[in-house]
């Protein structure tokens, strides 16, 4: 069984920052991609940032250069330090991580609320 367990959301003014954490546990062979998505009311989820096993990383055109991805594989973590948060930005973040079990396995966790006040 894996489990992936999302941390470090809250309330934050704008401007603020934020870290984000995600940690994967359970019978894991090996983690491929990494990455949080985000969910606001009345809107799709969608990519805010993914990083490969190797450190590449991509982001959303509306978070770049505010938003760093990171991971540390010893730990099955992957990182989300959010800075110059700003209102549009509040939604759900969820982690997503592609895992080897047996085979090659989609992973979501459950979300952590990310809410910015203006």
């Known amino acids: 069984q894996v489990q992936l367990v999302e941390s470090g959301g809250g309330l934050v003014q704008a401007g603020g920052s934020l870290r984000l954490s995600c940690a994967a546990s359970?019978?894991?062979?090996?983690?491929?991609?990494m990455g949080w998505y985000r969910q606001a009311p009345g809107k799709q989820r969608e990519l805010v940032a993914r990083?490969?096993?190797?450190?590449?990383?991509n982001y959303a055109d509306s978070v770049k250069g505010r938003f760093t991805i990171s991971r540390d594989n010893a730990k099955n973590t992957v990182y989300l330090q959010m800075n110059s948060l700003k209102p549009e930005d509040t939604a759900v973040y969820f982690c997503?991580?592609?895992?080897?079990?047996?085979?090659?396995?989609?992973?979501w966790g459950r979300g952590t609320q990310v809410t910015v006040s203006s």
């Open positions: 990083i490969t096993s190797g450190g590449s990383t």
């Open positions: 997503r991580s592609t895992i080897v079990v047996n085979t090659r396995r989609l992973f």
């Open positions: 359970g019978s894991i062979f090996n983690i491929d991609t």
